[in-house]
């Protein structure tokens, strides 16, 4: 069955001694709260990783991922970092495709493909966001966004390399914005998604994948949220700067 995440993307927030402290108190606090088919990912700024990496090797089911990677295995591209960069310092996870990143850095689907690649490649799960903007939803194009991202970012891999792939919705109205989608909202896409694997996998591949919410999500609505049939679990950007509000989503699959 598939695997329920809370993942928390730090972005660019916190210096170096807060983040460690951060993610001790997380690793802390949700020690006996994970089980075997839950998993905790935390994404901090990728300067911080391979401190987080040797916290997060003493505690099973907490894990460390990157924000983003370069789309080349290496190379000649100052200040980038590589996917094999970021699984040697023990992450598991990279985040590729958040809103921010296509919204400011310009990255289109298909550049978000060859960083699947690399990332897959090197060894890490993809924690592929997908979403539309307010004027898309607006406009009734937010399933054929949701579709063209799937599509041209993730599906031109085989079922194999699709496994290892975790998906994120996030719809871009929601983040960081303290609007969220309503849980049927939200749900109604997630088993959009769900139909859309299903169709280009399989029915085994389907049930088999993690679908994140993101957009946000906090303590307060993520009871409703998690309890959807197809949402099964969250990425997490504000909340997971606070342990307790991060951690009390944590707790939430087991309440
Ligand atoms: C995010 O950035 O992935 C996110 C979901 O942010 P927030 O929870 O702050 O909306």
Redesign the pocket.
């Known amino acids: 069955m598939r695997k329920k995440i809370v993942a928390g ?1 730090w ?1 660019m927030n916190m210096e170096y001694t807060a983040g460690v402290s951060l993610f001790s108190e997380v690793i802390n606090m949700v020690r006996d709260e994970v089980r075997g088919d839950q998993e905790v990912v935390v994404c901090p700024p990728s300067i911080f990783l391979h401190s987080l990496g040797v916290l997060a090797a003493q505690q099973q089911n907490v894990n460390i991922g990157g924000q983003n990677c370069h789309q080349k295995e290496s190379g000649a591209y100052t200040g980038e970092i590589s996917a094999a960069m970021i699984k040697s310092v023990a992450a598991e996870y990279v985040i590729l495709g ?1 809103s921010e990143r296509r919204q400011y850095f310009g990255e289109t689907n298909e550049l978000l493909a060859e960083k699947t690649n690399v990332s897959l490649k090197a060894g890490l799960k993809p924690i592929f966001c997908i979403g539309e903007t307010l004027e898309e939803r607006n406009s009734g194009a937010h399933f054929d966004i949701i579709s063209a991202q799937l599509a041209e970012g993730v599906f031109h891999l085989d079922a194999e390399s699709f496994a290892n792939v975790v998906l994120a919705y ?1 719809p871009v109205w ?3 914005t303290g609007v969220t989608a309503s849980p049927e909202q939200a749900q109604e896409i997630h088993a959009f998604i769900r139909k859309q694997i299903e169709e280009r996998y399989g029915d085994a591949v389907a049930a088999n994948t993690t679908i994140l919410y ?4 906090n303590p307060k609505n993520a009871p409703e949220l998690f309890a959807q049939a197809d949402i099964d679990g969250g ?5 997971s700067l606070k342990s307790r509000d991060f951690t009390d989503i944590v707790k939430v699959f087991n309440s």
Do not use: D, Q, V, W
């Not at 993101?214 to 999500?217: L, T």
């Not at 990425?235 to 909340?239: N, P, V």
């Open positions: 993307n972005k958040h996030e929601a983040i960081g993101g957009g946000s999500c990425l997490i950007g504000g909340a």
